[in-house]
T-cell receptor
Framework: DGGITQSPKYLFRKEGQNVTLSCEQN?????MYWYRQDPGQGLRLIYY???????QKGDIAEGYSVSREKKESFPLTVTSAQKNPTAFYLC????????????FGQGTRLTVV | AQSVTQLGSHVSVSEGALVLLRCNYS??????LFWYVQYPNQGLQLLLK??????LVKGINGFEAEFKKSETSFHLTKPSAHMSDAAEYFC?????????????FGIGTKLQVIP
């Protein structure tokens, strides 16, 4: 079945450590996105990528980094520079041509202690 | 620039009652509009979308929404609420911005269904 897989579903890390969240899609989509979700704030865009080896900052990129070495994969690293990393992280993809809906993964809940 | 306003972060309805979730948008170019549903600790699932053509769009699970350009609204309705409709609902607007599809989400509305 085609879809987007995020792993792990739950992640715990100590403060000051970098952590990488995985996002893989087999939908053959060009565009991929990372969102952060906090209660009462909706979804905020962290980074997006329209094509392999290219990505742009979203609205809240500080303290995060990404790579897009393969079409299928768009990992997100939460660095120690991110002041408040505990949140629910959602990865999404879309065909990238025209205006279409985004397809979402099941999310990763990151808790930093 | 584009934005989405969802009126009411929490809405409660009785089982069997009408569901109305409000969404207003702003966009400098003709937008595409979406409603997504999210169940706890899960990703978002598309309920319905408006692109062009008919302004009343039907989605999954008996939901529908009407695009009203004059009111810049895209309210979500369902005639009769079911317990399984309890979830969080997000309105989103999508428009081309510098060759990139920019999607902006509202803050979400949590729907509670009372038995």
């Amino acid at each position: 079945d085609g879809g987007i897989t995020q792993s792990p579903k739950y992640l715990f890390r100590k403060e000051g450590q970098n952590v990488t969240l995985s996002c893989e899609q087999n939908l053959n989509h060009d565009a991929m996105y990372w969102y952060r979700q906090d209660p009462g704030q909706g979804l905020r865009l962290i980074y997006y990528s329209q094509i392999v080896n290219d990505f742009q900052k979203g609205d809240i990129a500080e303290g995060y980094s990404v790579s897009r070495e393969k079409k299928e994969s768009f990992p997100l690293t939460v660095t120690s520079a991110q002041k408040n990393p505990t949140a629910f992280y959602l990865c999404a993809s879309s065909p990238g041509q025209g205006l279409t809906e985004a397809f979402f993964g099941q999310g990763t809940r990151l808790t930093v202690v | 620039a584009q934005s989405v306003t969802q009126l009411g972060s929490h809405v409660s309805v009785s089982e069997g009652a009408l569901v109305l979730l409000r969404c207003n948008y702003s966009s400098s170019v003709p937008p595409y509009l979406f409603w997504y549903v999210q169940y706890p600790n899960q990703g978002l699932q598309l309920l319905l979308k408006y692109t062009t053509g008919a302004t009343l769009v039907k989605g999954i699970n008996g939901f529908e929404a009407e695009f009203k350009k004059s009111e810049t609204s895209f309210h979500l309705t369902k005639p009769s609420a079911h317990m399984s409709d309890a979830a969080e609902y997000f309105c989103a607007v999508s428009a081309n911005s510098g060759g990139y599809q920019k999607v902006t989400f509202g803050i979400g509305t949590k729907l509670q269904v009372i038995p």
